[in-house]
């Protein structure tokens, strides 16, 4: 793959996706990102500017969205990306006891990668999972009613 460049796949489905009437702006700059992050791990300057291009849309609300939405990173990232619920109800129900035995057991904080690429740890706000705090999301995947030992045993069926 190309480093530097969208691959001829991904240009053609964004040049669909913008041909198609009536798809909101929003839909479209959001699947476009969405699929140059599954593709990349993250969203690449060269992939803003191109998106813009083939777009039509202005580099700067390109830019703006990847910014708003913490789900994109501008990084490359580890084979998986966690995030811990750091919202009242999970902090309440034990965050700091979880994020403490991650942080122990792979030597990394919040907002890092592992030396060895397997996993980027960072925190979001509330997922809708309240009532089932200590929460956790691992490449889409939700875990709830985490324990350290439970964070701990999950983590590791992740290669
Ligand atoms: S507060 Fe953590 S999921 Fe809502």
Sequence with gaps: ????ELTRQIKEEIEELSRKRNLPRHTLL????HRIQEEYGYIPDFAMQELSEITGIAPAEVNAYVSFYHFFSTEPTGRHKVWFCR????????KDQIVK?????FGVKMGQTTPDGRFTFAFT???????????????????T????????????KYE
């Design 87 to 94: 919202t009242i109800s999970c902090h309440l129900a034990g």
């Design 145 to 156: 009613k985490l324990t350290p030992e439970k964070v701990l045993e999950i983590l590791e």
């Design 125 to 143: 706000n509330c997922m809708g999972m309240c009532d089932k705090g200590p929460a956790m999301l691992i490449d889409g995947e939700t875990y």
């Design 30 to 33: 959001m699947n476009s990102l």
């Design 101 to 105: 035995a991650v942080q122990d057991r």
């Design 1 to 4: 793959m190309s480093t530097n």
